[in-house]
């Protein structure tokens, strides 16, 4: 079972006088890259809530937000007018310094400065913070759920491309029967070209054609891409996690194809191989986005 990397999941908890909304999204990305934004006062525990969404999802680009709407005036954050006086003075001072126009939204300025809205709660009362885990971990539970039917899309698209590849490779053996007659034939016409019959021993002629045709026979590279195509249906199939194994099946379906194409000499064969190879480049672009 594969799953997408991109997902989405939102928790909303209610704590005393609080409404804790918990959003996350994740896109695809080579490594784990988590971006957590909470309130001052969570600061502490932060490492805690990083260590359950990192565990539970793994890997991609996850932003995690955790938002406080107070609805009542106790808990809700005040202005450090000493602070904000402060910063009205040193933006005051540089506009003199540096001959420039006062600003006309001072106050908007100084409301985004750092600490002008602190918040009364300094310190966490375990039973919210258990309750915010809590919530923390029902928001990855959804990303995890809308992973999990964003991947089941993607399976089906490696299904039907894998079997596009599959009945491609079949196509080829009508050319394969029709080229080995050809480069004994061509074989043959050049080297009457050059040398008469009395000149040509036969026994060595029947040598060397055995050789070029068995040194461009596809038959084994036929047979491997075959195993590599049921390989990765076979793998799309396991419980966990397999994008990276994925990845790596289909450098070698792609390393058969490639080798297909340069040993086939066949116009007719280089036309499938060219089929294959944008079949398998959708599948690579699709496994960027797997868990």
């Known amino acids: 079972m594969i799953k997408s990397m991109t997902g989405f999941g939102k928790h909303t908890v209610e704590v005393k006088n609080n409404v804790i909304t918990i959003e996350i999204r994740t896109l695809n990305s080579k490594q784990l890259d988590l971006n957590l934004r909470s309130p001052i006062s969570y600061k502490e525990n932060e490492l805690a809530a990083r260590n359950l969404v990192s565990n539970f999802l793994q890997r991609g680009k996850i932003d995690v937000n955790i938002n406080i709407e107070h609805k009542s005036a106790e808990t809700a954050p005040v202005i450090n007018t000493e602070l904000a006086q402060h910063y009205y003075k040193e933006l005051h001072s540089l506009s003199r310094k540096l001959s420039v126009d006062a600003p006309s939204n001072y106050l908007d300025m100084i409301l985004r400065m750092p ?12 039973d919210e913070w258990q309750l915010i885990i809590d919530g923390l971990s029902a928001a990855c539970r959804s990303v995890d759920k809308f992973r999990t039917q964003e991947g089941k899309l993607i399976e089906e698209e490696f299904i ?13 053996d009508p050319f394969e029967i029709e080229r080995a007659v050809k480069i004994k034939e061509r074989i043959q016409t050049n080297l009457n070209n050059l040398l008469s019959d009395n000149q040509a021993d036969q026994n060595r002629l029947e040598q060397e054609m055995i050789y070029y045709i068995e040194k461009l026979d596809i038959s084994e590279e036929k047979s491997r891409l075959k195993k590599h195509c049921d390989y990765f249906i076979e793998t ?34 280089q036309k499938i191989v060219v089929l294959m190879k944008d079949e398998l480049e959708k599948i690579k672009e699709q496994l960027f986005n797997i868990l």
């Open 115 to 126: 600490d002008v809205l602190a918040t009364q709660q300094e310190e966490i009362d375990p």
């Open 160 to 172: 039907t491309r894998i079997k596009t590849i599959d009945d491609l490779l079949l196509k080829v």
């Open 236 to 269: 799309l199939k396991d419980k966990d996690a397999q994008g990276k194994k994925l990845g790596f099946i289909s450098q070698e379906i792609g390393r058969e194809i490639n080798t297909l194409g340069s040993k086939a000499n066949d116009v007719n064969i």
